[in-house]
């Protein structure tokens, strides 16, 4: 039987994410985003659709490197304002029964204790449906709101970043066993002290004693997400992560680093398959093949392949905009997001080559047909690839979901590859149907 499509809404809490100047478009409702109606009809347009899950992306600091300043950033709203995601998923989970949170968090900002606290909390909240998505950073804009003067190297931060989750591993996996929550009224017992137990850690970053505030929740540990794609970042990735998002590109790119990432997660010691991998994309649908390239062509004339680049400069830590359009931008080593810089290494990449990269303001592969021909196209790249699913970015929101709930969804649902309903359980065990806990071979089990 052939493996099912698993797919994530990729958004974040603010107006412009990667899809650049759409907010313009006049059925685009994404200038609401700092009000509650907004993401409780998006959460219950996703369960409706049977979405597994809506993965929130996040950052802290600002795109303030094209031009060497925030003026792009700022007139196309190029994530920014934007608004700690956290503080919507308990008002999501409570319209929706199934649906799926991925929550990214930077843990370069954070300590491990409240962390894991708050992680904790909203997966008791949620009956065991949110997931942390890792990040270390890469802005200076960041550091410099931190009262810090530029970012630690690119490994350092992963080494602080093993540290950690080894700390947070403790907090969730190894304070509270099992059964320690009696709620015995009759006995006046709550819970069994014999079955808590202080923490002690003495690491390279970090040092905490004691008990854990929160009892077990549903998952223990939230659905693990990664999204390291230089070398150490994918080392990282294979030890802790469950599911990995990947840049995408072409299908000969795409399944190279999947077997690169199954082969590290081997050597880690893991099952290659324990890890679920996800590719961002940007889908324009309709009922016909003509329909949909006319609402491509709609959309194009509102989007901003500026302020993609604006987004981009940010992302490779290099100020594109002193490159005159036909002129191959040179590789400079960065502190930036490695993976994307690297490209300049091995591609004659110039600002126009990047504009038309950029049509809808991102840089993401884009699908586009009736609903029967994208279903095909992704079905096609999924299976040749070996990736496990989607995160499928929004154009026009609310309309690119409901566009692809209503047109490629049941095309997948018809050929078998995309569910018709729900599983019961957590996140965790709707996406690997194992259970609600950390795989055994995972290096939580073992702190």
Same mark, same amino acid.
């Given at each position: 039987?052939? +493996? =099912?499509?698993?797919? !994530?809404?990729?958004?974040?809490?603010?107006?412009?994410?990667?899809?650049?100047?759409?907010?313009?478009?006049?059925?685009?409702?994404?200038? @609401? #985003?700092?009000?509650?109606?907004?993401?409780?009809?998006?959460?219950?347009?996703?369960?409706?659709?049977? &979405?597994?899950?809506?993965?929130?992306?996040?950052?802290?600091?600002?795109?303030?490197? *094209?031009?060497? !300043?925030?003026?792009?950033?700022?007139?196309?709203?190029?994530?920014?304002?934007?608004?700690?995601?956290? @503080?919507?998923?308990?008002?999501?989970? /409570?319209?929706?029964?199934?649906?799926?949170?991925?929550?990214?968090?930077?843990?370069?900002?954070?300590?491990?204790?409240?962390?894991?606290?708050? &992680?904790?909390?909203?997966?008791?909240?949620?009956? $065991?449906?949110?997931?942390?998505?890792?990040?270390?950073?890469?802005?200076?804009?960041?550091?410099?709101?931190?009262?810090?003067?530029?970012?630690?190297?690119?490994?350092?931060?992963?080494?602080?970043?093993?540290? %950690?989750?080894?700390?947070?591993?403790?907090?969730?996996?190894?304070?509270?066993? !099992?059964?320690?929550?009696?709620?015995? =009224?009759?006995?006046?017992? %709550?819970?069994?002290?014999?079955?808590?137990?202080?923490?002690?850690?003495? $690491?390279? %970053?970090?040092?905490?004693?004691?008990?854990?505030?929160?009892?077990?929740?549903p998952q223990r540990t939230p659905l693990l997400f990664q999204a390291g794609t230089s070398e150490r970042g994918v080392t990282f990735a294979t030890r802790h992560a469950e599911c990995i998002f990947i840049g995408g590109g072409n299908i000969a790119e795409v399944r190279k680093n999947v077997q690169r990432i199954r082969k590290k997660a081997f050597e880690h010691g893991r099952e290659p398959e324990s890890i679920k991998i996800f590719v961002g994309i940007t889908v324009v649908t309709a009922e016909s093949d003509v329909q949909a390239q006319q609402k491509l062509i709609e959309y194009r004339q509102y989007a901003s392949p500026e302020a993609g680049i604006a987004h981009y400069s940010s992302s490779v830590g290099k100020d594109l905009s002193v490159y005159d359009e036909h002129e191959r931008i040179p590789y400079e080593k960065s502190n930036?997001?490695?993976?994307?810089?690297? =490209? #300049? +290494?091995?591609?004659?990449?110039?600002?126009?080559?990047?504009?038309?990269?950029?049509?809808?303001? $991102?840089? *993401?592969?884009?699908?586009?047909?009736?609903? +029967?021909?994208?279903?095909?196209?992704?079905?096609?790249? %999924?299976?040749?690839?070996?990736?496990?699913? &989607?995160?499928?970015?929004?154009?026009?929101?609310?309309?690119?979901?409901?566009?692809?709930?209503?047109?490629?969804?049941?095309?997948?649902?018809?050929?078998?590859?995309? =569910?018709?309903?729900?599983? /019961?359980?957590?996140?965790?065990?709707? #996406?690997?149907? +194992?259970?609600? &806990?950390?795989?055994?071979?995972?290096?939580?089990?073992?702190?």
């Open positions: 039987m052939a +493996k =099912k499509i698993l797919l !994530n809404a990729f958004d974040m809490s603010c107006v412009g994410h990667i899809n650049h100047g759409l907010w313009t478009h006049p059925r685009d409702e994404s200038i @609401t #985003f700092n009000g509650l109606k907004y993401w409780l009809n998006l959460a219950k347009i996703l369960e409706k659709g049977l &979405f597994d899950g809506i993965f929130l992306a996040d950052i802290t600091g600002v795109y303030d490197v *094209y031009q060497n !300043n925030l003026d792009v950033t700022l007139k196309e709203s190029v994530q920014l304002p934007s608004h700690d995601p956290m @503080t919507l998923i308990s008002a999501m989970a /409570s319209v929706t029964t199934h649906l799926g949170f991925g929550v990214t968090v930077n843990l370069s900002y954070e300590h491990p204790y409240p962390l894991a606290r708050r &992680f904790a909390s909203l997966d008791h909240l949620t009956q $065991g449906r949110v997931g942390w998505n890792i990040v270390t950073g890469y802005l200076d804009s960041a550091e410099k709101l931190f009262g810090r003067k530029a970012l630690a190297e690119h490994d350092q931060r992963y080494d602080k970043a093993e540290d %950690f989750l080894a700390l947070c591993y403790k907090y969730w996996e190894h304070s509270w066993e !099992n059964g320690a929550v009696i709620q015995d =009224k009759k006995s006046r017992i %709550f819970t069994d002290p014999k079955k808590v137990h202080a923490i002690d850690h003495q $690491g390279s %970053f970090f040092e905490s004693q004691g008990v854990f505030q929160v009892s077990p929740s930036s997001i490695t993976s994307v810089n690297e =490209k #300049f +290494k091995h591609q004659e990449i110039t600002l126009n080559s990047l504009k038309e990269q950029h049509v809808l303001g $991102g840089r *993401y592969p884009l699908f586009v047909g009736s609903g +029967k021909n994208v279903a095909q196209q992704l079905i096609h790249f %999924f299976d040749e690839t070996g990736i496990d699913g &989607f995160n499928l970015t929004r154009t026009v929101t609310p309309e690119s979901y409901e566009d692809f709930i209503r047109w490629v969804i049941p095309e997948w649902q018809q050929q078998d590859r995309y =569910k018709k309903t729900y599983i /019961s359980g957590t996140l965790r065990h709707k #996406f690997f149907e +194992k259970g609600q &806990f950390l795989n055994i071979q995972h290096p939580a089990r073992a702190v």
